[in-house]
């Protein structure tokens, strides 16, 4: 079969591997559109994570956000048909076949007839997002900030718009990501590239920053920061911002990976009493409350689906999701 295969940083080729042999009880799913996930860019730009990848004799398949048909059972699988469209959480989607054993069946979910098989593959990052919110449980009249407009933070802006009332505010560097931010309901946008995010928020809603004598002013509910910091980051993180401008007794939802270890001052967490919490995927819940979110046309997902790429130039649709400026969501169609 055909497959996208990880050899090292900046290194993924196409190739010729061997299909997936089932076992009695197996089934094998023919990919049909798979997303590449922040989490993949990690390993490879820098070669990190590489437990989210296939292995096998040459390298490593990439790619777990993915859906597909089932095009052969052996044996008996209950709950899964032939011809049935799925979405469910595994590695190797960046290949034009996997195999289904009975624990990754047990999470796949199917596909409504009027769903695509390309929005179907941002279900995953959707419940992630989904999760965030929910840790965050937003209420009408609070004000979130959401530090990166990419797919998960679009995702949580979602969310949170079919959810409740509350006030958005979408902070990014790339002015496209910010126009899909208005256009998926955010109620204010600022982009960091362009002005000082941290003096703008801190203008709108209050100054935050503060000593252990002071007492903060800021009516900023929640912050999420769906940025992190790469290997190669300087400067404050988008995590030190979040600490300073959340309100006393804010929340500080951190959905972002981190590339390297960081510093933080402690004590303006301790002083203003702040909610730090790590946001890790998702529930089998969130996995299909997402899904009925996308079925219920609650969330409209194909505008985050911004490139489309076949299998044979995975190189070239791993180099644009790097292009933070232009890409939201990248897809590989198998
Ligand atoms: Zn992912």
Redesign the pocket.
């Known amino acids: 079969m055909k497959a996208a295969v990880f050899h090292g940083p900046r290194d993924i080729r196409f190739e010729e591997v061997p299909r997936p042999e089932l076992n009695e009880g197996e089934a094998l799913m023919r990919i049909k559109a798979c997303g590449i996930?922040?989490?993949d860019l990690h390993t490879y730009r820098e070669g990190l994570f590489l437990q989210l990848g296939l292995p096998i004799e040459q390298g490593r398949i990439l790619g777990?956000?993915f859906s597909g048909e089932i095009v052969e059972i052996r044996g008996e699988m209950p709950s899964v048909k032939v011809g049935g469209r799925y979405t469910t959480v595994s590695m190797g989607g960046n290949a034009e076949f996997l195999r289904i054993t009975p624990q990754i069946a047990s999470r796949m979910i199917p596909i409504p007839d009027d769903i695509s098989f390309e929005e179907a593959a941002t279900n995953?990052?959707l419940a992630?997002s989904l999760h965030a919110v929910n840790l965050a449980d937003p209420q009408d009249d609070q004000v979130l900030v959401i530090m990166g407009a990419g797919i998960i933070g679009l995702g949580i802006l979602q969310c949170i718009k079919a959810r409740c009332k509350a006030r958005t505010i979408v902070v990014d560097l790339s002015a496209r990501r910010l126009a899909l931010a208005e256009q998926l309901g955010a109620d204010f946008t600022i982009n960091a590239s362009q002005e000082d995010a941290v003096a703008r928020l801190k203008a709108m809603h209050g100054a935050a920053e503060l000593s252990l004598l002071e007492s903060a002013e800021s009516n900023i509910d929640t912050v999420f920061d769906c940025a992190g910091a790469t290997a190669h980051f300087k400067g404050t993180t988008v995590l030190e911002q979040a600490i300073g401008l959340v309100r006393q007794n804010g929340k500080v939802i951190v959905v972002a990976v981190f590339e390297r270890k960081i510093e933080l001052d402690v004590n303006v967490l301790v002083r203003k009493g702040i909610q730090l919490v790590g946001s890790w995927a998702w529930t089998p819940a969130d996995f299909v409350q997402a899904m009925a979110l996308i079925s219920t046309r609650q969330i409209d997902r194909k505008p985050l689906i911004t490139h489309r790429f076949a299998l044979e130039d995975a190189s070239q649709a791993y180099e644009t999701q790097i292009q933070a400026n232009e890409a939201v969501k990248v897809v590989l169609t198998p």
């Open positions: 996930c922040g989490s777990h956000e995953e990052p992630t």
